[in-house]
């Protein structure tokens, strides 16, 4: 429960997306609750509503994580992508059974949130398109 309480809050109320279906951001981490993951090397977001996915990736390496729903034998993930009349992204969802929450503020700051056995970890990138 305390999982869909954090994608809850981090996922405002939205009208549909009126605007581009796709947002690609280039990115540097300002600061992050846990300097060991891999996700602070990101650097790239490719926000899709189309899709319904966020391609997270760090440039020029071929190094990605790609946040989808997809049912498999293994994996039950559940993403989704929404952009606000604000032109606010806002992302959701579960990948590998962990809660995961991003929102693309328009003036360029990047929050990224997941949910582990231990605690919240937060990520936070200042973007520009």
């Given amino acids: 429960m305390r ?3 954090l994608a809850i809050l981090l996922l405002p109320a939205f009208a549909s997306p009126a605007y581009a279906a796709r947002v690609a951001v280039s990115c540097a981490m300002l600061n992050s609750t846990d300097d060991l993951t891999k996700y602070v090397l990101a650097n790239e977001f490719v926000f899709d509503t189309d899709a319904q996915s966020l391609d997270m990736r760090v440039k020029n390496s071929g ?4 946040f989808v729903t997809q049912k498999t034998e293994f994996l039950d993930d559940a993403f989704t992508v929404r952009i ?3 032109r606010t992204v806002s992302a959701a969802g579960l990948r590998n059974s962990v ?3 991003f929102r693309l503020n328009p ?3 990047l929050d990224f949130a997941y949910v582990t056995a231990e605690r ?3 990520i936070h990138y200042t973007c520009s398109q």
């Fill in 3 to 5: 999982h869909m309480a």
């Fill in 63 to 66: 190094a990605n994580w790609l």
């Fill in 84 to 86: 606000g009349k604000d």
């Fill in 99 to 101: 809660p995961v929450a």
């Fill in 107 to 109: 003036d360029g700051g």
């Fill in 120 to 122: 919240t970890e937060r």
